[in-house]
């Protein structure tokens, strides 16, 4: 085997320079962006978005002040222009170069009768492909869609050839070069994912209800430690948002552990001193035991301190939310308009778990909350794919969470009002830190609630059961029901004197 002369060896590298992508979120799963210089192929059936990625690519660099190169084998400068206008994006500065066949190849004395096609068209786009870099000498170019040269190239040995040949080429240029495949060939072609020093995989998913989401994942990228698995995106105005996976091991800091008051001394008995930083509480119960109601009596008592807190109400309208808790004593609108409380009402049909994820990242780094509400797991797990894939994100989002210092209170809706058949759709009781436990119950022909706290972990807590109501204009807590057996059942039975339940609002 023959080697190469000391002389040719190389010596240590210098490190690759990074190009961005124009995606920011894009450039955090690749560790910082493209490297310089390199092909890349990014995969996606129509739709996924492969054209406004290339384009923000292309704009980047134009705003950087360097030569860019489009290379359009399927779309006309049209059908570019209008991807760009939907957008807001003006082109000037980068150079298309529009490729596809004209109309008169469909006169007959247009067709070829004495040699293929591939013959002919191939090396009249790679001529034209090749002289136009000369020309240019593009910083970045996009070739879009590698689906033509794969059906020109004719066989794959042929078209193999051609990519590598291309790749040498724009390497000797000092090319950083994306590919678009559409996924149009029958099975899936690995070749030039082989060749290419990076693969972008975007997909589109169609639920059954509710709008189309999409994900992305970098399935190659050679040298790199890039973040992997799946990342949700969308596309709106203004092109591909990229909301990357949270990994909590990333934000671990060092936390004091210190207790948020609810302003309810007897709640806060309950839990041994009130809830702690960087925590998790889940507050769990049949629906109108007035969970959601606690969640924002713990907000508005931090407010009242000058503490932040964010709300995501998934099931109840933000106008609800604020006038039913006003009648308690809870003014959250005017905590909003302070600028201390902010209220986020989420459609679960239409937000990617991703996008929840990120848009609790914000409020944690830009406005330093202090609490986060999450009302409630029941619409959280609507905006999930399957429940398997809910417990390990929002196990992901707690450590985050804790690791920020945030205390979070999480809202689970039983299904079922009394009785021992009351189940939760999804049991997430386990990741919590504390577990409050809100119970309708049946005395003497009323339905009257109970409160306790059944799980707190580094902490001591009651292990009473107390009577609870929503009445006169406040939330009130009593005494703990010692003469009462079975009350988390339903139906419990009296071991006192006739009177023994006191009254939220006694005469």
Known sequence: MATAPASSIPGPKTQTRVVKTGIGGLDDVMSGGLRANRLYLVEGIPGSGKTTLALQFLLDGVAAKEPVLYISLSESLEEIQEVADSHG????????????PSENTLHPE??????????????????????????????????????ELRLLAGSPLRYRRQILALKQFFVGR????????????????????????????????????????????????????????????????GGLTVFPRL?????????????????????????????ERGT?????????????????????????????????????SRNTLISRVSGLGIDLAGQIDAGKILIQQVDPAELSPGEFTHAIRRVVDEEQVSIVVIDSLNGYLAAMPS??????????????????????????????????????????????????????????????QAISVVKKRGGQHERTIREFSM???????????????????????????????QRADPK
């Open 471 to 501: 009445s006169s204009g406040r939330i009130w807590i009593g005494e703990p029901l010692r003469e009462f057996r079975g009350v988390l059942t339903g139906i419990p039975s009296h071991d006192g004197s006739p009177d023994t339940l």
């Open 387 to 448: 429940e398997r894939y809910l417990v390990v994100q929002l196990h992901e989002l707690l450590n985050y969470l804790g690791q920020k210092n945030v205390a979070t209170l999480l809202i689970g809706a039983h299904q079922g009002l009394i009785g021992l058949q009351m189940n939760a759709p999804v049991d997430a009781s386990y990741l919590a830190d504390a577990v409050l436990l809100l119970r309708y119950f049946e005395y003497r022909g009323e339905i009257q």
């Open 89 to 100: 994006w003006c082109l000037d500065g980068m150079t298309i170069r529009e490729l596809i």
């Open 247 to 275: 990994v909590a091991a990333e934000h671990r800091q060092d936390k004091a552990l210190s207790q948020l008051s609810s302003g309810l001394p007897p709640l806060d008995a309950l839990l041994g001193g009130g809830i």
């Open 280 to 316: 998790s509480t889940m507050i769990v119960g049949p629906p109108g035991t007035g969970k959601s109601t606690i969640a924002a009596q713990f907000a508005y008592a931090a407010a009242l301190r000058g503490e932040k807190s964010a709300l995501f109400v998934f099931d109840e």
């Open 174 to 237: 000092q090319c950083t070069v994306i590919l678009l495949d559409d996924l149009t060939a029958e099975g899936r072609d690995l070749q030039v994912q082989s060749i290419a020093h990076g693969v972008l995989l975007l997909e589109q998913l169609n639920p059954e209800y509710g709008a189309e989401r999409r994900r992305l994942r970098m399935i190659k990228f050679r040298g790199v430690k890039f973040r992997g698995g799946y990342h949700d995106y969308t596309i709106d105005r």
């Open 110 to 147: 247009e067709q070829y009768t004495m040699f293929h096609p591939a013959d002919v068209e191939l090396s009249e786009t790679t001529k034209t492909i090749l002289h136009d870099v000369e020309q240019i000498r593009p910083a970045r170019v996009v070739l879009d869609s590698l689906s």
